[in-house]
């Protein structure tokens, strides 16, 4: 069995907390996005059912996704936040990578960066974080991460 380890969360500390739960794979992530990451919707498959989407934060017009391959699996994370005028600080720019090389990439680039590149082998398996108000957006995001076997 491989080691699961907490990376994140990158971005603000307030808010109201999210969780995917560890999940077998990923199927589909959209991100929501403008000035900021409004938010994120995530299907996935838990005990080989795929569950209803998650949805983190709030819908909006714009948006960004991506459909996996059922052998596929996010591999990186890495974007950008800053502080919004007069609120909390907020993801301001999103990327996924997978282990197939596909990604997806919204928002815009500004503010303090962060990034996590998995060695070959270990994968993406939960998403966490934080969801802001009075702007319903995407605050802080962490990751869990399967480690390959050494």
Partial sequence: MSKV???GT???????????????RFTKVKIYH???IYGLEITFVVGGKTQRPMVIGEKKR????????E?????????????IEGYDISITQLTLT?????KVSAGI??????????EKGGHIVSFFGL?????VAVDAIGVHCSLADP
């Fill in 10 to 24: 990158w971005g603000g500390n307030a808010g109201n907390a999210f969780d995917t739960g560890r999940v077998d």
């Fill in 62 to 69: 714009t948006s960004k996704e991506i459909t996996l391959n």
């Fill in 34 to 36: 403008g000035d900021v």
């Fill in 5 to 7: 380890v907490k990376e």
């Fill in 109 to 118: 680039e500004t503010g303090n960066s962060f990034s996590l590149a998995l």
């Fill in 131 to 135: 969801v802001g108000q009075p702007i």
């Fill in 71 to 83: 052998d596929e699996h996010f591999t990186s994370i890495k974007g950008y936040f800053k502080a």
């Fill in 98 to 102: 997978t282990d197939k090389g596909r």
